[in-house]
């Protein structure tokens, strides 16, 4: 029973470049939410998608990130011109479909240095 | 505007002692409290969690306290082991409006 899927687990860009990470649910979850954690800091909510549908991205930058959750694969979080401010931990997390519980369960993150 | 505010930031506690982390929030629409244990560089593990409707959840050897009025929370780890040395964080969410928000977190180290 795989848990929540992450990768690439690590990733370093250039300052300028695209950054993409990807997230596969637990078997059975229809939501995910990804997060950003920066350097000794808690987790802070960016984006909330169930299949091709954006519930809430109250939490994303409004340049340069978008989030999606295609009718199958991944779910992609993307980052245009990457900064070297958006060096962090990148964290996905599913939870069951509504009325089956919404505990949240994460992934192992991926960690992106902009050089 | 920070809404769950965690205390202490560090704390160190000898083993076999119990261990007591602290959150307050300030969201009176949150109703679902759960507690994540993370270790360096890895994603955090739900530990366990608490809805309004009672002051108390116990599993092994960690418990949640919940007060509803003072708008507090806190995770008690009895016996507590140096496997749990760790960072702990305390989050909160509005069921219906599932994103979690995060205290800052309490790095927990057991010494022998």
């Known amino acids: 029973n795989a848990g929540v899927m992450q990768n690439p687990r690590h990733l370093v860009r250039r300052r300028g470049q695209e950054a993409r990470l990807r997230c596969s649910p637990m078997?059975?979850?229809?939501?995910v939410y990804w997060y950003r954690q920066l350097p000794e800091e808690g987790l802070k909510f960016m984006v909330y998608l169930q299949k091709e549908n954006i519930i809430d991205e109250s939490g994303m930058p409004k340049e340069r990130f978008s989030a999606e959750f295609p009718k199958e694969g991944p779910s992609i979080l993307r980052i245009q011109q990457v900064v070297r401010g958006d060096s962090a931990a990148y964290f996905c997390?599913?939870?069951?479909?509504?009325?089956?519980?919404?505990?949240?369960?994460f992934g192992p993150g991926t960690r992106l240095t902009v050089t | 505007q920070q809404q769950v505010k965690q205390s202490p930031q560090s704390l160190i506690v000898q083993k076999g002692g119990i261990s007591i982390i602290n959150c307050a929030y300030e969201n009176t629409a949150f109703d679902y409290f759960p507690w994540y244990q993370q270790f360096p560089g890895k994603g955090p593990a739900l530990l366990i969690a608490i809805r309004p409707d009672v002051s108390e959840k116990k599993e092994g050897r960690f418990t949640i306290s919940f007060n509803k009025s003072a708008k507090q929370f806190s995770l008690h780890i009895m016996d507590s082991q140096p496997g749990d040395s760790a960072t702990y964080f305390c989050a909160a969410a509005n069921f219906g409006n599932e994103k979690l928000t995060f205290g800052t977190g309490t790095r927990l180290t057991i010494i022998p």
């Open positions: 078997k059975g979850h229809s939501h």
């Open positions: 997390a599913s939870s069951p479909p509504p009325g089956m519980g919404y505990e949240q369960y």
